[in-house]
């Protein structure tokens, strides 16, 4: 548990710091301590504190076309089709398709950062409408829908604070979605309510330390240093 404290610090750390990431991070190396469906019920429900005083603390900053015209439109039927998907899915096979995800998002990242001379431009709408469904997808079951989503999103151009805000508003309302699923569906148990708790205190942690390096700090090396753990850990968990 002290392990999976400093992993959910760093992961909260980076969603305050980008607006994405956090359960992506945490559930990739906190599935290296503990099985998958038992994290995600515990990722969600501290995910959303983090998202609700970033949503409304940066409100202004939310762009509400793409959210409510583009983003939620397009995500919300596959978000909802996870659910169902993951029902279907066995611990082992559920971590080694995680991982094999992660691993690919993370290289396919690095290689864009070690090529900027290639910068993409904007995706036409059909493509840019797939990479949504594909990230309603994954964030119905794995709650990590950001890397499908960032890639939708590249070539837009948005200001870094525009993007923090519109990106914890889709959290917000999503993870409200799996939370209440989870409830219904009997995940919420006395352990998970109990690691819920016991990990809380890091997330006002992780906040003030996004806010306060938000506009400071180079988010290229930090987010290079960032995908090459996800990409050596995707690695491990879907060949382990």
Excluded at 28 to 37: C, D, E, K, N, R
Excluded at 111 to 134: E, I
Excluded at 140 to 166: C, E, H, K, M
Excluded at 188 to 214: C, K, S
Aim: proline letters at 5%.
């Amino acid at each position: 548990m002290l392990w999976l404290g400093a992993i959910v610090l760093l992961a909260f750390f980076l969603q305050a710091l980008t607006g994405f990431g956090s359960i992506v991070i945490a559930l990739t190396l906190g599935a290296l301590l503990f099985p998958i469906p038992e994290l995600l019920p515990v990722l969600v429900a501290l995910n959303l504190p983090l998202c609700t005083y970033l949503t409304v603390r940066h409100r202004s900053k939310i762009d509400p076309g793409l959210l409510l015209r583009e983003i939620l439109p397009w995500m919300g039927p596959t978000v909802v089709l996870g659910l169902v998907v993951a029902r279907f899915l066995q611990g082992e096979l559920l971590r080694q398709i995680f991982g094999a995800v992660v691993a690919f998002f993370a290289a396919r990242e690095i290689w864009f950062m070690r090529h900027p001379d290639r910068a993409q431009a904007p995706a036409s709408d059909f493509v840019f409408r797939a990479w949504l469904l594909v990230a309603g997808l994954v964030h119905g079951v794995y709650a990590s829908g950001g890397p499908p989503l960032v890639q939708a999103l590249a070539g837009r151009r948005l200001d870094r604070s525009i993007f923090r805000a519109t990106l914890m508003m889709v959290w917000l309302v999503f993870n409200v979605l799996l939370f209440g699923w989870y409830l219904i569906d009997g995940r919420m148990t006395d352990e998970v309510w109990l690691r819920t708790l016991y990990l809380l205190p890091v997330v006002p942690i992780g906040i003030a330390l996004g806010e306060v390096l938000h506009t400071r700090i180079s988010e290229r090396a930090f987010r290079m240093s960032v995908q090459v753990l996800l990409l050596f850990s995707g690695i491990v968990l879907a060949t382990r």
